[in-house]
């Protein structure tokens, strides 16, 4: 069956500002990796047995109805200023909409330069490319909003980094690609017009019904410190929190130097770049304002009375303080059990989360095994544990079912690092067992796999996996 994408493309009908208009470069032998049949079908997709999904998803055959483009767009990354950015590897297909009546990005991740690569070549190696499908994967069955990877392909090409390596394309799915950096680049540039069709575009998008640009900050706030709580809940470090990589859908967006922490320390920091911490674990919650603080001076352009708007504005940002405790005292009382944590349970949170720090404890481990008998099993000192569990038996004794409420928020399996890089290594060998063998264990993560018990394993001393790359 010929494969059928209804592709319904907005963004390409904005103005020549928004994007550049080019085809992907061809590959020279490109072969599928991996094709996600099942969320093919969520996006009204057909044709999953069309043989040319590999030529299709390499960029070598463009279907019908496609319109490809690379975005643009700024960003502070680490902090700094950069003034032009955008898609330097990446075209977006075009868009669909699903089977819930939501308009979805298709975008091919390593398809060549385009006008904004800066001296890179537009290419992906296959390493990111399956960390990404992996992760992205893994993070929807996790319940974190995210994008989705829907196939993989070898191109038969090599790429040049420190050393060849084979190259590869991942096609990702997206709510969209509207980034705080494509709102700087406009504001930056003073280019109101386009600004505010940028505005009215994302509103239309994402938040029908909202009328000025204070409504949208405060619901992107929102949902970005609901994300970032999420992710913190999960042992989940994003690596490169840059407003490139922080979108206005409240998508988890850009696995790069992305990792699930094994130990837990509240300072992790696992991306090569990070060199300084910006991005470490904890700082996410404070990183996240900084974010939409960017995003708020970007919005100022648009309102009638910009120095009201900047209290207002200013408001909005610093109370994200207290949303983000709110998120993350729910997200972690429901670890314990805790249904309708009181501002009591958070001491409760936080000796338990000491108690994992001072005991070198493995983050996803000790909250699983609170549902079972040998939880300080997991803790250097488990007498420690006695002491703290006293406490916490008490706590959860008035609630309905914790033993439930804990299963759904505490996986069994996460994407560990070292897993990830032994199945990279395979897949660069020409092995690809263990790519799909993580994809099949964790898109269940809650659920006991007695026979793939191994994946659950924290790293042993060899094999620990002290930074990740961002692959570009």
């Known amino acids: 069956m010929t494969l059928h994408i209804p592709f319904d493309n907005s963004f390409a009908r904005l103005p020549a500002s928004f994007h550049s208009k080019l085809k992907p470069q061809p590959v020279s032998a490109p072969k599928l990796i991996a094709w996600n049949a099942a969320l093919a079908e969520t996006l009204n997709i057909t044709g999953s047995d069309d043989p040319r999904l590999a030529p299709i998803f390499a960029g070598n055959v463009i279907p019908d109805g496609a319109d490809p483009l690379a975005q643009i767009y700024a960003g502070h990354q680490f902090g700094g200023f950069s003034p032009q950015l955008g ?18 990005d298709i975008q091919l991740k390593g398809s060549g330069p385009t006008p904004y690569s800066r001296r890179g070549d537009g290419r992906a190696w296959l390493g990111p490319v399956l960390r990404e499908y992996v992760v992205s994967e893994a993070m929807h069955a996790l319940g974190v909003p995210t994008t989705r990877a829907l ?18 394309i991942l096609t990702r799915v997206a709510a969209s690609h509207i980034r705080v950096g494509h709102f700087e680049l406009f504001s930056s540039r003073g280019m109101i017009a386009e600004l505010q069709q940028l505005f009215d575009y994302t509103v239309d998008r994402h938040y029908l019904g909202t009328t000025d640009p204070t409504e949208l900050l405060q619901q992107v706030c929102d949902r970005q410190a ?4 999420q992710w913190m809940s999960l ?5 490169v929190m840059n407003t490139d990589n922080c979108t206005l859908s409240g998508e988890t967006i850009d696995y790069g130097p992305c990792a699930f922490m094994d130990v837990y320390d509240p300072h992790q920091v696992f991306s090569s770049i990070d060199r300084n911490g910006r991005y470490a674990y904890a700082a996410q919650a404070e990183i996240i304002v900084w974010n939409m603080a960017q995003l708020a001076t970007a919005l100022i352009p648009l309102m009638p009375d910009q120095d009201a708007a900047v209290e207002s504005f200013t408001r909005i940002v610093h109370g994200m303080a207290d949303t983000m405790q709110r998120e993350w005292l729910t997200r972690f009382a429901a670890k314990l059990g805790i249904n309708a944590p009181t501002p009591e349970d958070g001491r409760l949170i936080g000796s338990f989360l000491r108690l994992m720090h001072d005991n070198q404890a493995d983050f996803t481990n000790a909250f699983r095994a609170l549902l079972t008998d040998n939880a300080r099993d997991q803790f250097a000192d488990p007498s420690a544990f006695d002491a703290w569990e006293t406490g916490w ?36 060998n020409g092995d690809e067992r263990a790519f799909h063998h993580l994809n099949t264990v964790l898109s269940h993560p809650f659920d006991d796999q007695p026979e793939a018990e191994e994946l659950s394993r ?15």
């Open 235 to 239: 042992g989940f470090i994003h690596g």
């Open 226 to 229: 609901a994300l970032v709580a």
């Open 458 to 472: 924290p790293p042993l001393p060899a094999e620990i996996v002290p930074a990740t790359f961002c692959g570009t």
């Open 393 to 428: 038996r008490k706590r959860i004794d008035t609630e309905a079912d914790p033993e439930a409420l804990m299963r759904r928020s505490n996986p069994a399996f996460i994407p560990r690092n070292h897993r990830i890089e032994q199945m990279i290594s395979a897949a660069v």
């Open 151 to 168: 196939a993989a392909v070898r191109t038969g090409e090599t790429v040049l980094r420190e050393r060849p390596l084979p190259g590869a």
């Open 87 to 104: 898609d330097g590897r990446a075209l977006l297909l075009g868009e669909v909409i699903d089977h819930a009546g939501i308009r979805r």
